[in-house]
């Protein structure tokens, strides 16, 4: 039996930040927050109704009945091997990239994982009805229990299996990760000669329109889809002082090149 | 003296698709459209008040002022070798890698560079008046024209070498066509896994409007940015069987990992 709908956090970085309000307003409201630096779990308490800072990883007399890990990956597993949860606890991460087995070694029944796909930054609100949610569940009251809570905050929640969040998450990285470091290049490419990164944005605004609306592959255009090599090794020559752009430039333009050209022309 | 305000335009693709009609809005109306493809030429005269098909480059007896090539690349050296030009025309191409000089040869003194920044797709609308152009002029009543020809068209008109020109260029791959094909692989990724690309737009949405708002070094989230190799080196073994894939993700990421960790981390 699951003991109830309070929530605790561990873990207070930029997910937390967004996610513990979001939460707070449904009912299943925020009663407990433990980070490794309590400011930062002071930080995060002071934006919840009722929740107190917890000091240790030591839950066992605490009155929450789920427990939301949102911590980085490489400190999911710390967490999983310290916590002491009390009975009939439900056990959550919300990683992209780590297993639903991860969880077992704290929680030996009731354990799943919550996975938003967005991208958080503590400065920049988040509006979680639009971000999607996938769950994954040991058992079906979790499944349940987790669904009627990422229902609360998301209008979009599916469920998942642990191999098809991975894809999900590497898709992610592309998708984002990547794309902004292709914005951050092009900035850096414009300063260094005194030109303007705010001449970009229509194109930008107008590339990721085009790309979503009529599919990425619809929408190429540029020197390395036209399979227009002189350009290439133009830019390339441009590039020639600044070895990790243009090391980007040429992966990246062979590729392109690849695919809408052979490999062979 | 400049003879007249009427243009021409060699050739017919994405560009002067969208371009042609534009001006022809303006005081610079479209007259004569050369292109290799002579049902393209046809095709887009058919966008046009008053324009006719010119079946050869030789313009000696043209009405035309005013000279757009608006072919690939590797097209234009082509037409500036074959093209035979009326008396005090101005002649223009529309690149953003090629340099002012190479219209020498076939126009003495009026020549000059009209660089719209923007991706053009035949079948999407273009709004030319947030589209930034980029003038360069070998001289000063070329440039006057030039201008005044733009700003018939954009709200964002600027002067610009070819050497800021190249920088433009290179900048504008990275953030349009390497930020496109960003998303490819991702839609690719998740295909292949049966999931939804729905599922990543608001994420790619998230992502750019966070970018171009607090710049893209501040924007950055992810595995490569939190410097987490163990996701980093779970997404290549994903990536495995897929060699370009996983050489894409090992370039970009190592970028980030250095830009954000430095090279001995």
């Known amino acids: 039996m699951i003991k109830s709908s309070t929530v605790a956090f561990i873990g207070s970085g930029n997910l937390a930040w967004h996610l513990a309000p979001a939460l707070d307003n449904t009912e299943f409201a925020v009663r407990e927050v433990y980070s490794v630096n309590p400011l930062h779990a002071e930080a995060l308490v002071e934006r919840l109704y009722e929740a107190e800072v917890k000091a240790s990883l030591d839950f066992s007399t605490s009155?929450?009945?789920?427990?939301i890990i949102a911590?980085?990956?490489d400190a999911i597993q710390e967490v999983v091997r310290e916590i002491?949860?009390?009975e009939d606890a439900i056990?959550?991460?919300t990683s992209g990239s780590q297993s639903l087995e991860v969880l077992r070694f704290a929680a030996a029944v009731n354990f799943g994982v919550l996975y938003p796909l967005q991208t958080f930054t503590k400065d920049a609100k988040v509006d979680f009805?639009?971000?999607?949610?996938?769950?994954?569940?040991?058992?079906?009251?979790t499944e349940k229990l987790l669904m009627a809570l990422a229902k609360g905050v998301s209008e979009y929640v599916f469920k998942i299996t642990s191999p098809e969040r991975k894809a999900l998450h590497v898709a992610a990285v592309f998708a984002s990760n990547f794309t902004n470091h292709m914005l951050m290049i092009s900035q850096e490419i414009l300063k260094e000669n005194s030109l303007s990164f705010d001449w970009l944005k229509p194109l930008i605004v107008t590339t990721i329109s085009k790309s979503l609306q009529m599919g990425p592959e619809n929408a190429q255009t540029g020197p390395a889809r036209r399979g227009d090599l002189k350009t290439l090794d133009n830019h390339l020559e441009f590039l020639l002082e600044d070895e990790p752009k243009a090391e980007l430039y040429k992966v990246i333009s062979q590729d392109i090149v690849d695919r809408y050209h052979g490999t062979d022309e």
Do not use: K
């Open 63 to 67: 009155p929450c009945g789920i427990f």
């Open 71 to 73: 911590v980085s990956d």
């Open 84 to 86: 002491v949860l009390p």
């Open 91 to 93: 056990l959550v991460h």
């Open 129 to 141: 009805h639009e971000v999607p949610f996938f769950v994954e569940s040991a058992n079906p009251p």
